[in-house]
C-alpha cells in the first residue's frame, strides 16, 4: 500500500480523501488543515492521524505520497518541502503563482526522480479525450479555428472576496477558471506559443478579473479564441467546452456529450455523414468509486500507478502545469 497524505480539506481536499480512502492501493494515514472543525470530525470519523502543522505531518506520518489542495500561494512551499524528503506529490491547480515557484518545483521533481501531478481533471474526461483522438485522425480534415470556452456562477455580485478572488492567493478567474481551459487547450491541441488581444475584465470583483477573452495562437500554426467567465449565473456550474472547426467538419465538445458533423461518411472511425453524438457514459470506463465524476477517480487512479511502476512521464505533469503558468503569465502581461 502507498502511504498517502492530505494537506487542506476544502471541497477538492475532502474529495481526494473520499477516493484515496476506498482506493485498493492507496492508503490515507494522515490529514492536515487549519479548521477544528473539520479536523474534530475527521477525528471522529476517520481512521488516520490528523494535523495542523504539515511540516510536522510530513516529518512524522512516513508518506510515500501527498496531495496538496490549499490554497494557490502555499503550494510552493509545501511541495518542495514533500519533494525534498523523497514524497510523490499530487498537486491541485492553479499550480503557482509565480513562474519561479514552479520552475523550482518542476526542477525539484526531475532531480529527485519523483511523481509529480497537477489537478487538471479534464485531461481524465473521455469526451475531451475522444476529441483528441479525432483531430489526430484528421476526422475533421484540416483544422483551421478553435475555441475554447468556460463558464460558471462563482462571482455573481459585489461581496467580501474570498481567497479565490483574492490575486495574491487563488488569483481571480485567470487563475482559477481560465487555466483550466488553456490547459485542456494545449493537452488536445498543442502548445500555446503566442497570445494577443487580450481583455481581462471586472464585473464583480475589484482586485481581480471576472472574466478572460484573448486570441490564442499554436506552436502548429492553429489559431483560436479563449472566452472564460465566472460571473456567468445562466450556468449552474462550471461549464468547459471547445469547439474545433476543420475543413471536412466542425466537433463541439464539452464533458458530458460531443457533436460532431462531418462533410463525408468516415468508416473507419464509425461516423456518419451530417451530425453525430457521443456521450461521456460512452466514452468513459468504470470506476471503482465515483465521486462527482469518473474523471476524479480516474486521475487519482493514474497518479498511484505511476508511483506503483515508476514513471516519471505524466500525462499531467508539474511541467505540463507550469506551460500553463507561462500563458497565464503572457495573457496577464498582454492585458497591460
Known amino acids: 500500500m502507498i502511504k498517502t497524505g492530505i494537506i487542506g480539506l476544502g471541497k477538492m481536499g475532502l474529495s481526494h480523501a473520499s477516493i484515496i480512502n476506498a482506493h485498493r492501493d492507496l492508503d ?3 490529514v492536515c ?3 477544528n472543525l473539520i479536523l474534530e470530525a475527521m477525528k471522529k470519523y476517520g481512521s488516520f492521524e490528523v494535523y495542523t502543522d504539515y511540516k510536522k505531518m510530513i516529518d512524522e506520518s512516513d508518506l510515500n505520497a501527498l496531495f496538496i489542495a490549499t490554497p494557490t500561494k502555499y503550494h510552493s512551499e509545501m511541495v518542495i518541502y514533500a519533494l525534498e524528503k523523497g514524497i510523490h506529490v499530487f498537486c491541485e491547480k492553479p499550480f503557482a503563482l509565480t513562474i519561479a515557484q514552479g520552475e523550482n518545483m518542476v526542477e525539484l521533481a526531475k532531480k529527485n526522480k519523483l511523481v509529480n501531478q497537477a489537478g487538471y481533471h479534464n485531461r481524465f474526461i473521455g469526451t475531451f479525450n475522444y476529441l483528441k483522438k479525432l483531430i489526430e485522425n484528421k476526422a475533421i480534415g484540416e483544422v483551421y479555428h478553435f475555441i475554447g470556452e468556460a463558464y460558471g456562477p462563482v462571482v455573481v455580485k459585489r461581496k467580501e472576496s ?3 478572488s483574492d490575486s495574491s492567493e487563488g488569483g481571480g478567474c485567470l487563475f482559477d477558471y481560465a487555466s483550466h481551459v488553456i490547459n485542456l487547450i494545449e493537452y488536445v491541441l498543442d502548445d500555446i506559443k503566442e497570445v494577443d488581444g487580450v481583455m481581462l475584465k471586472k464585473i464583480y ?3 481581480v478579473e471576472d472574466a478572460v477573452y484573448g486570441g490564442l495562437y ?3 500554426g492553429l489559431s483560436g479564441q479563449l472566452s472564460v467567465n465566472w460571473s456567468d449565473e445562466t450556468y449552474r456550474k462550471m461549464s468547459t467546452q471547445i469547439t474545433v472547426q476543420g475543413t471536412e ?3 463541439i465538445t464539452d464533458a458530458q456529450e460531443m457533436k460532431i458533423y462531418l462533410k463525408k461518411e468516415n468508416k473507419k472511425l464509425g461516423l456518419e455523414k451530417g451530425w453525430n453524438m457521443r456521450y461521456i457514459t460512452d466514452l468513459t470506463d468504470p470506476v471503482d468509486f465515483y465521486l462527482r465524476g469518473e474523471e476524479y477517480s480516474t486521475q487519482v487512479d493514474y497518479f498511484a500507478k505511476c508511483i506503483a511502476s515508476g514513471t516519471l512521464e505524466n500525462v499531467n505533469s508539474f511541467e505540463s502545469a507550469l506551460h500553463t503558468d ?3 503569465e ?3 502581461n498582454k492585458s497591460r
Open 162 to 164: 474570498t481567497w479565490r
Open 218 to 220: 499554436l506552436a502548429n
Open 28 to 30: 490515507l494515514v494522515s
Open 326 to 328: 507561462l500563458i497565464i
Open 330 to 332: 503572457s495573457l496577464k
Open 205 to 207: 470583483s475589484s482586485g
Open 33 to 35: 488543515d487549519t479548521s
Open 249 to 251: 467538419g466542425k466537433i
